[in-house]
């Protein structure tokens, strides 16, 4: 299970913190990666750690301004959001994939407003 939680309402310009809680399992072994909601019921990928090789994936409209990390010892995940824009106001997914099956959180809300 993947829980979400740290949205808010943050000001354009400021930062927010995401966390992705992953229980039942060691997220340590699976590349968990953050999405936000697009058009329809599509969702775009926003950030990912590749577990495999360690290698780290940003979308472009975040990259330099969001941080992922991860702290093995609480399994858990975060995303850093710094330099919020109002185009970044959204509801925030962790997912990962697990034998072939797609695992998502709740979601958690990230409202953008001064």
């Known amino acids: 299970q993947l829980v979400e939680s740290g949205g808010g309402l943050v000001q354009p310009g400021g930062s927010l913190r995401l966390s992705c809680v992953a229980t039942g399992y060691d997220l340590r072994y699976t590349s968990i990666g953050w999405f936000r909601q697009i058009a329809g019921n599509e969702r775009e990928g926003v950030a990912c750690l590749n577990a495999g090789n360690g290698n780290m994936w940003y979308s472009d409209s975040v990259k330099g301004r969001f941080t992922y990390s991860r702290d093995v010892a609480k399994n858990t995940v975060y995303l850093q959001m710094n330099r919020v824009k109002p185009e970044d106001a959204n509801t925030y997914y962790c997912?990962?994939?697990?034998?072939?099956?797609?695992?998502w959180g709740q979601g958690t809300q990230v409202i953008v407003s001064s």
């Open positions: 997912a990962d994939n697990r034998d072939s099956v797609d695992y």
